[in-house]
């Protein structure tokens, strides 16, 4: 049996742990400093605590993260391995761009760590619904197969080292992309007084595209905040391109507007939510 450990109890570091743990995995995880709620879900998903040197006993280490934590995570668990004769993986599943990928895969090379580049398409998923699917890059081909044996969707990229991140930064501004220009349409209609038309018109000529902002709008005003700074990992994947990368920037402040109207007055939102009942 593998051991693995899962760094970042968030709704989806929790949720892949938790399937890990089901499929049979030993999973271990850093609770020093995590809130109540990082706690609590360790325990519903029978997730065990464990010390710094027990985690670098682990076959993998799965980080799991905010995003913007990616590299701090990646610098604290390399300075940890360093000194260490133990040299578990490092699985980098977070929301950065190519770029920056390759630059916390550097660290882990220089230290004799191998690292593998990995970008998680989907949500959570409960105890009964499939969870969300997780491409590798960079692997070597029994990484997928020590996994997926333990009921995570595992694929690869078939790329190396920036292929899986370079999906994850695509998919995401494609979905979180028209998330974010459906939030900022429907405020600009709320706001000028053509909301009803809107709504009537979508209901008429894009049913679909309709069902999909009643459904995803509501989820994202808690994840505003998280989603700012992939948008400007997006960004700075996309800087080839300048008119991309300042779309992406530009999205990055208007979801950095939308997480601070969550955590204080609601009052976008409330625009949001009152156009669907109209």
Request: aromatic share 8%.
């Amino acid at each position: 049996m593998n051991t693995l450990s899962v760094i970042g109890l968030g709704s989806m570091g929790s949720a892949v742990a938790g399937r890990l743990v089901r499929g049979g995995a030993q999973v271990l995880t850093s609770l020093v400093g995590r809130s109540p709620e990082s706690c609590a879900r360790a325990k519903a998903e029978n997730i065990t605590e464990a010390s710094d040197e027990d985690i670098l006993g682990s076959d993998y280490i799965l980080s799991i993260v905010p995003p913007a934590e990616a590299y701090a995570v990646a610098q604290y668990w390399a300075n940890k391995i360093a000194p260490s004769h133990l040299k578990p993986v490092y699985i980098d599943c977070n929301a950065i761009s190519s770029k920056l990928t390759l630059k916390i895969a550097e660290i882990f090379k220089s230290i004799g760590v191998r690292y593998i580049d990995a970008g998680i398409i989907g949500g959570p998923g409960t105890h009964h619904t499939a969870g969300p699917n997780v491409y590798f890059s960079g692997e070597e081909p029994s990484d997928i197969e020590k996994i997926k044996q333990y009921g995570l969707q595992v694929l690869t990229a078939n790329g190396p080292i920036g292929a899986a991140s370079a999906l994850k930064m695509t998919y995401a501004g494609l979905n979180k992309g028209i998330v974010g220009l459906a939030a900022a349409m429907i405020l600009q209609a709320s706001q000028h007084g053509s909301a009803k038309a809107l709504l009537s018109e979508l209901e008429h000529s894009q049913p679909q595209l309709l069902a999909l902002f009643k459904k995803s709008l509501p989820q994202m005003y808690s994840k505003a905040w998280r989603w700012e700074f992939e948008m400007q990992q997006i960004a700075e994947f996309s800087k080839d391109n300048a008119h991309i990368a300042s779309l992406y920037e530009s999205m990055g402040g208007f979801y950095a507007e939308l997480g601070i109207d969550w955590t204080k007055s609601k009052a976008l939102s409330s625009l949001i939510d009152d156009f669907f009942k109209a």
